[in-house]
């Protein structure tokens, strides 16, 4: 993806176009998780208010995963159209808007239509914003994508406080999420209208209506949905697993999930000065380490202190995993959206079918025969880590060996950082 010749080269050849782009696309992924964090809060209310059982509840919550898988292959085809900057503004306003509609459904049927809506603009919008993360990265050329996705943590923290704090004043849900819906969207607006107009190249062919992950992005989504495997299973079942299986008091359990987010969210934002030290396998490869160590130490647990330390270290072990795996599928290709797509499709599997799976698991077995499997999916990180060298950082072209064979060379002039539209790093700060 190349610089569109309409691209306002005033605001990108300035030297600090990259500190901009930078800011404007972390604003992007906080909205976003704003987004999920304002939904999030309200679940409680949603289930009493129709009356759902436990099993219908979990039925309903599929909904946004199975949305996400079907739509996100058609966010390419938008990107490539469109624009980055214009993909991300209309598919991220969809996103803010639909957020108002599960809290208006009257029945379970229309709630997993509207949940399936609302999953649908989420991952298509998901991928719009990773692709122009990916793009800022490599114009820019360090690693800031695990900070982005940090701030998407950090945006459905801070949303998740306010839906509390509105639960406990008594607010109407339905007030309260029409209203973040239009601030929301309000607030996309100045937000993205700061993002970079990066468009494909004009030769690159446009991708199909439906693009299925090229093959040379599956084995980084393998990779992937290891890591949300172990997310997915750690935030649904920490609770549960500190109660069943240590005996901690309902207190006490609910403190493993604070545990494992907050350390997610730190690793998360620390991540990118890690990547940038140790490269991205070697990250990759301390944090299948650091996850591994967590999964052993939630296995042999047998009270509190020693379960809630080990969720804790799996958040900060798959961190930078999924961050690490789009930066790698946006170097695949032409058309970066329509491989992080794919990534994202795979990956985002994972946390569709880990609660379930960990269920089975400990309906047939034991909740500690399920995290074992989960131990053993971090420890495949470790040996999966090499398929992420692809997100290593690049150098600009004009530190890089002169000649098109000479080792590290990027290639064409057109991809060095100042050509393609974005001041190098180091005017960034």
Excluded: K
Aim: aromatic letters at 4%; proline letters at 7%; glycine letters at 12%.
């Amino acid at each position: 993806m190349t610089t569109s010749p309409t691209t306002e080269p005033a605001l990108l050849g300035t030297p600090g176009a990259a500190r901009r782009a930078r800011v404007a696309v972390a604003l992007v992924f906080a909205v976003h998780g704003a987004v999920g964090g304002t939904f999030v809060s309200r679940i409680p209310w949603i289930q009493h208010h129709l009356g759902l059982s436990p099993g219908q509840l979990g039925l309903a919550l599929v909904m946004p995963a199975i949305g996400s898988s079907l739509a996100m292959p058609l966010a390419g085809r938008f990107v490539h159209r469109w624009g980055g900057r214009a993909a991300v503004r209309v598919l991220l306003s969809l996103c803010c808007l639909s957020v108002a509609l599960p809290v208006l459904a009257p029945s379970l049927p229309v709630l997993c239509l509207a949940l399936l809506t609302y999953g649908a603009t989420a991952g298509m919008s998901d991928v719009a914003m990773n692709a122009q993360g990916v793009e800022i990265e490599q114009r820019i050329g360090r690693s800031i994508m695990s900070g982005l996705h940090g701030m998407w943590s950090a945006g459905g923290l801070v949303a998740a406080g306010i839906g509390i704090l509105a639960a406990h004043g008594t607010i109407d849900p339905r007030l309260q999420l029409a209203l973040a819906a239009v601030l929301l969207v309000a607030l996309a607006q100045p937000v993205c209208a700061a993002l970079p107009d990066l468009r494909a190249p004009e030769q690159a062919e446009e991708p199909p209506r439906f693009a299925l992950p090229p093959r040379s992005s599956l084995l980084i989504g393998l990779v992937g949905f290891c890591a949300v495997f172990a997310e997915g299973a750690s935030m649904d079942w920490s609770g549960v697993y500190l109660r069943d299986v240590t005996g901690a008091s309902p207190t006490v359990a609910a403190s493993a999930y604070t545990a494992f987010a907050l350390t997610m969210a730190v690793g998360r934002l620390a991540g990118d000065a890690v990547i940038r030290r140790l490269g991205a396998v070697r990250a990759a490869r301390l944090s299948g380490a650091v996850a591994t160590t967590g999964g052993l130490l939630v296995v042999v647990a047998d009270r509190p202190a020693l379960a809630i330390p080990g969720f804790a270290l799996i958040g900060i072990g798959v961190a930078v995993v999924v961050p690490l795996a789009f930066a790698a599928a946006g170097r695949i290709g032409d058309n970066p959206s329509q491989a992080i797509a794919g990534v994202a499709t795979v990956t985002y599997t994972s946390g569709l079918v880990a609660p379930a799976i960990v269920g089975g698991l400990a309906q047939a077995s034991s909740l500690t025969v399920s995290f074992g499997v989960v131990t053993a999916l971090s420890f495949a990180l470790l040996l999966g880590a090499g398929a992420l060298r692809r997100a290593e950082s690049r150098p600009p072209a004009d530190s890089a060996p002169a000649g098109p064979g000479a080792p590290g060379a990027r290639g064409p002039v057109v991809d060095a950082p100042a050509a393609r539209g974005l001041a190098p790093d180091s005017a960034a700060g």
